[in-house]
């Protein structure tokens, strides 16, 4: 973990230092090597929350956005007395998920159903083809009547199949904590499969960095996903500058290039 308690203060881990569990109140001890990034760790048991994730550099950069006091937030079910640490815990109720493993589907569905208000950000670093792949699918997302938000006909093509059929926003970050020097690189942005609503297609938005940041600390982020996920999200190229984002997408013609062939358009 990122923090222990020390005289009701949250802490980062530092040499020899000893703290409390901030969600179980055991005694933790600041591992500080060269090897993994500085953690604190549970002196007997491997960790108090099986959902717990040992945390790589990558699950730090995220967090850094968001106030410590909102990070690493221990959550009850006071029905179930279950209780599990959100990476994000924002002050308008939002869990924020970060996942660099792999996850079964069940644990994934068992995960939104406890923390309901919740997105995932997904490290599309991991796996070497999750991007190739991606790119190679981006060819055949379909526009519709909202310039920042795509059809996906065909999931497992394009994304993990642990992430499909999610009930809540899922952000996929192929970029991870590497520096690219290229603008127009596809990985500058975020790819955010929207709540899964009809089984004949998905629904992807693609985000800023910096969007993805701003609402979720502003609350905003929510409104746009709790209703009608098809109404209207601001114009981010209008906003900010970036339109190149969608240059890459092809335009609407009733034909798509599909495994090497082009094939009629469903209709919307
Ligand atoms: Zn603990």
Redesign the pocket.
């Known amino acids: 973990m990122k923090f222990a308690t020390i005289n009701g203060n949250k802490i980062e881990a530092t040499k020899g230092a000893v703290g409390m569990?901030t969600?179980?109140?055991?005694e933790?001890i600041a591992k500080c090597g060269t090897v993994k990034i500085h953690h604190w760790a549970?002196k007997g048991i491997r960790?108090?929350?099986p959902w717990w994730e040992n945390e790589t550099e990558w699950h730090r950069f995220w967090k850094s956005h968001y106030t410590a006091a909102w990070q690493e937030f221990s959550m009850l079910d006071p029905a179930t007395n279950e209780k599990h640490i959100a990476d994000v815990y924002t002050d308008r109720g939002l869990v924020i998920e970060f996942q660099h493993s792999s996850i079964h589907p069940s644990e994934r569905m068992a995960r939104e159903k406890f923390y309901k208000n919740m997105v995932w950000v997904i490290d599309g670093t991991r796996l070497k083809n999750d991007y190739p792949r991606f790119l190679q699918a981006r060819n055949s997302f379909r526009r519709t009547h909202h310039p920042a938000i795509f059809h996906v006909d065909i999931m497992a093509e394009c994304f993990p199949s642990a992430w499909i059929g999610s009930d809540v926003p899922v952000v996929f970050d192929f970029k991870g904590t590497v520096t690219i020097d290229d603008p127009r690189d596809p990985r500058h942005h975020l790819y955010c499969l929207l709540p899964k609503k009809d089984s004949r297609y998905a629904l992807l938005t693609i985000l800023t960095r910096r969007y993805f940041i701003d609402k979720t600390i502003s609350g905003e982020w929510s409104s746009i996903f709790s209703s009608d996920f098809e109404r209207p999200v601001p114009n981010q190229d209008a906003q900010q500058g970036q339109g190149r984002q969608n240059s890459n997408v092809r335009k609407e013609s009733p034909f798509v290039l599909y495994k090497g062939r082009f094939i009629r358009r469903k209709r919307l």
Do not use: S
């Open positions: 569990c969600h179980c109140g055991a933790l549970h960790n108090c929350d």
